[in-house]
């Protein structure tokens, strides 16, 4: 089993920046990979970028150059560095970590990026 707390999110105008933050707890070490999705009103959870056990990143093309994840072992904390915030950025935000064929989700975080 795994928990995971998000948080971070928030009002911020377009072209500023957030860090959501992501602790895990539970069975972390054995994790595959962590990731950020994303849900805006009316459409469906996407994925935004995921960072694997060895520290690689990879993001959707709609967040390339502006997020960034990474993580700290020692705090079992994931973020998200969010920069250049779009409206289109506007959604719950949720934390995802594989362990094997399982997937965890945290409550979400919601993000709102006013013109």
């Known amino acids: 089993q795994v928990q995971l707390v998000e948080s971070g999110g928030g009002l911020v105008q377009a072209g500023g920046s957030l860090r959501l933050s992501c602790v895990a707890s539970?069975?972390?070490?054995?994790?595959?990979?962590m990731g950020w999705y994303r849900q805006a009103p009316g459409k469906q959870r996407e994925l935004v970028g995921i960072?694997?056990?060895?520290?690689?990143?990879n993001y959707v093309d709609s967040v390339k150059g502006r997020f960034t994840i990474s993580g700290d072992n020692a705090k079992n904390t994931v973020y998200l560095h969010m920069n250049s915030l779009k409206p289109e950025d506007t959604a719950v935000y949720y934390c995802?970590?594989?362990?094997?064929?399982?997937?965890?989700w945290g409550q979400g975080t919601q993000v709102t990026v006013s013109p």
């Open positions: 539970g069975s972390i070490f054995s994790l595959n990979h």
């Open positions: 960072i694997t056990n060895g520290g690689a990143t």
């Open positions: 995802n970590a594989a362990l094997g064929p399982a997937r965890y």
